[in-house]
């Protein structure tokens, strides 16, 4: 069974950095592309990263690219993101998530003075 | 980007009643993903490549379509059936979701 547990979030003021983990278990990690996505409160699912298996490739909505870095250590089945100049729009629940198999249960972003 | 455009956006089902989600994408995909949400928790996976369903789906639900027009069924609705189901296309990057259809139980 494929499981997720998110952590680092919290509350930030506008213009800070964050760096959120994930961290799998319950299937081959370094086999499988990884996304971020996220919900604002009362609102839907936007999508925001995905990072190959391997690294190879990285892709980001243009909400947060080049504020935003996906990455991933196979060797501890960990998948991050690294969230720099963090807005009040970025205020949300993230999750990771192995898109077709399993949601982490998120964590909670706040960018506020 | 692929727009995804959900109907309806909220509806109320009674026990018993067949209920159907709509997806339409603002261009053709090859495949429409589902995910189900209930208050509180995080979406999970519901239905995958148009029709499959995911593990522990109740048989009662089904998915269909093609092109730019899906949907999900509910043979007969229960009670455990209410909440935001979310469609989503990854044929194209970036990966988008639907807005999300609501369902109550009447």
């Known amino acids: 069974e494929v499981q997720l547990v998110e952590s680092g979030g919290g509350l930030v003021k506008p213009g800070s950095s964050l760096k959120l983990s994930c961290v799998a278990s319950?299937?081959?990690?370094?086999?499988?592309?990884m996304h971020w996505i996220r919900q604002a409160p009362k609102k839907g699912l936007e999508w925001i990263a995905l990072?190959?298996?391997?690294?190879?490739?990285?892709y980001y909505a243009d909400s947060v690219k080049g504020r935003f870095t996906i990455s991933r250590d196979n060797s501890k089945n960990t998948l991050y993101l690294e969230m720099n100049s963090l807005r009040s729009e970025d205020t949300a629940m993230y999750y990771c998530?192995?898109?077709?198999?399993?949601w982490g249960q998120g964590v909670m972003v706040t960018v506020s003075s | 980007e692929i727009v995804l455009t959900q109907s309806p956006t909220t509806m109320a089902a009674s026990p018993g009643e067949k209920v159907t989600i709509t997806c339409r994408a603002s261009?053709?995909?090859?495949?429409m993903h589902w995910f189900q949400q209930k208050s509180g928790t995080s979406p999970k996976p519901w239905i995958y490549?148009?029709?499959k369903l995911a593990s522990g789906v109740p048989d009662r639900f089904s998915g269909s379509g093609s092109g730019t027009s899906y949907s999900l069924t509910i043979s007969s609705m229960e009670a455990e059936d209410a909440a935001t189901y979310y469609c989503?296309?990854?044929?194209?990057?970036?990966?988008?979701f639907g807005g999300g259809t609501k369902l109550e139980l009447k």
């Open positions: 998530a192995k898109l077709g198999a399993g």
């Open positions: 319950g299937f081959t990690f370094s086999s499988y592309g």
């Open positions: 990072i190959y298996y391997d690294s190879s490739n990285k």
């Open positions: 261009s053709s995909v090859s495949y």
């Open positions: 490549d148009t029709s």
């Open positions: 989503l296309q990854r044929s194209s990057y970036p990966p988008t």
